[in-house]
C-alpha cells in the first residue's frame, strides 16, 4: 500500500532548471565555454560538481580540481542570488494544489533533492509545512542515479520503498527510484523519464486522482 510520496524539488515542485541553466550559462559565458540548454538537459538531477565536470569536458578544457571548485562556487553564488526572487507564486503549475492534497488525505511526505540549495528554496515558497522530512544534497553522499537519496527519505519516513511513490523530471533521478525500489512517476518527456512506472508531461497532469488511477491496486 502507498503510504507516502517523495519529491525532487528542482524541475518537479519548482522550475529551478531555467535558473540552474542562466547561472551556469553565465559562467560559461565568462570562461568562454560553449554551452547550450542540450548541454544543460545533461546536469538535470546531477550534482553540482558532477555538472562542472561535464560542461568542462564538453569544451575539452583543462581545469584543476581547486579551480573547478572556485568556479563552481561562482555559479552557485549567481544561482542562489536568483533564488531572491522566488516567491509563493513560483511553484510549477499543479504542484502546489498535490502537496496540499496529499497533507489533506494524510499520507507522509519527504524531499528528495541532490540540491544543497534546497533549504533555501523551500523557505523561498514557504513550502516548509508540505514536508515531513527534507532529504538535500547535504543527507547523503551518493547522488542520483544512486537510490540514497531516497532511501534516505524512505527511512527518515519509517517507510519501505515499495509503499513511497517518487515525482522525478530527471533521467538518473528515475533510474535512481527504480535503483531503490521505489515506484515512480516521471515528469517530462519520454526520452527522458520513459522509463517511469508512469510518465506525464508535467507537474499539472501528475495529479494524485491520476496516479491513484495508475496505481490502483496500491491504494
Ligand atoms: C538538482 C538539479 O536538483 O540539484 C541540478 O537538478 C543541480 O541541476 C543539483 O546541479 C545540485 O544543486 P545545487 O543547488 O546543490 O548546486
Ligand atoms: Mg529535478
Redesign the pocket.
Known amino acids: 500500500m502507498i503510504k507516502g510520496f517523495i519529491f525532487?524539488?528542482?524541475?518537479v515542485i519548482t522550475d529551478?532548471?531555467e535558473l540552474?541553466f542562466q547561472a551556469w550559462k553565465k559562467l560559461a559565458d565568462d570562461m568562454g565555454w560553449q554551452f547550450d540548454r542540450e548541454v544543460n538537459e545533461k546536469?538535470?538531477?546531477?550534482?553540482?560538481m558532477d555538472?562542472i565536470n561535464i560542461i568542462k569536458d564538453h569544451n575539452n578544457a583543462q581545469v584543476d580540481e581547486e579551480k573547478l571548485v572556485a568556479l563552481a562556487t561562482l555559479k552557485?553564488d549567481i544561482?542562489v542570488d536568483s533564488l531572491d526572487h522566488m516567491t509563493p507564486n513560483d511553484y510549477l503549475p499543479g504542484a502546489q494544489e498535490l502537496l496540499n492534497l496529499l497533507r489533506k488525505e494524510g499520507f507522509l511526505v519527504a524531499l528528495g533533492?541532490?540540491?544543497?540549495?534546497?533549504i533555501k528554496v523551500l523557505k523561498q515558497l514557504e513550502a516548509n509545512k508540505y514536508f515531513d522530512v527534507i532529504g538535500d544534497?547535504n543527507s547523503v553522499s551518493k547522488s542520483k542515479p544512486e537510490p540514497d537519496i531516497f532511501l534516505f527519505g524512505a527511512k527518515a519516513l519509517d517507510l519501505k520503498p515499495e509503499e513511497c511513490i517518487v515525482y522525478e523530471d530527471?533521467e538518473s533521478g528515475i533510474d535512481a527510484a527504480k535503483a531503490g525500489g521505489f515506484h515512480s512517476v516521471g515528469i517530462g518527456p519520454a526520452e527522458r523519464v520513459g522509463h517511469a512506472d508512469v510518465r506525464f508531461d508535467s507537474m499539472k497532469e501528475a495529479t494524485l486522482f491520476e496516479v491513484k488511477s495508475h496505481f490502483s491496486e496500491l491504494f
Open positions: 525532487d524539488l528542482d524541475g529551478t532548471a540552474h546536469l538535470r538531477g546531477v550534482s553540482r555538472s552557485n544561482y533533492s541532490a540540491s544543497r540549495n534546497a544534497g530527471a
